[in-house]
């Protein structure tokens, strides 16, 4: 079973900083886009960074100049680098990776992320 697991959540104040990491199985991540979205109560599931293979990044206006995508090929670890953190961004944040071979989009269980204003 392919298992994207995400750690580094937890309660920040506005202004403070996160880093989440998401662990991949080597088949999942090598070679991969790898994605992080977030979801908010009563919100769609939306993208907040994407990190290519060879490390080239695109983010959603809303975090621009605030997250940071990375990737550690030798770990097959993804990391979002989160600073000056808003209200605004509390949500459940999730790893994702979509497959090429079959088509199909993998998801971790996700980790909360709680700023209080």
């Known amino acids: 079973q392919v298992q994207l697991v995400e750690s580094g959540g937890g309660l920040v104040q506005a202004g403070g900083s996160l880093r989440l990491s998401c662990a991949a199985p080597g088949i999942l991540f090598s070679g991969n886009v790898m994605d992080w979205y977030r979801q908010s109560p009563g919100k769609q599931r939306e993208l907040v960074a994407t990190?290519?293979?060879?490390?080239?990044?695109n983010y959603a206006d809303s975090v621009k100049g605030r997250f940071t995508i990375s990737r550690d090929n030798a770990k097959n670890t993804v990391y979002l680098q989160m600073n000056s953190l808003k209200s605004e961004d509390t949500a459940v944040y999730y790893c994702?990776?979509?497959?090429?071979?079959?088509?199909?989009?993998?998801w971790g269980k996700g980790t909360l992320v709680t700023v209080s204003s």
């Open positions: 994702s990776a979509f497959y090429l071979p079959n088509g199909m989009r993998y």
């Open positions: 990190i290519t293979s060879g490390g080239g990044t």
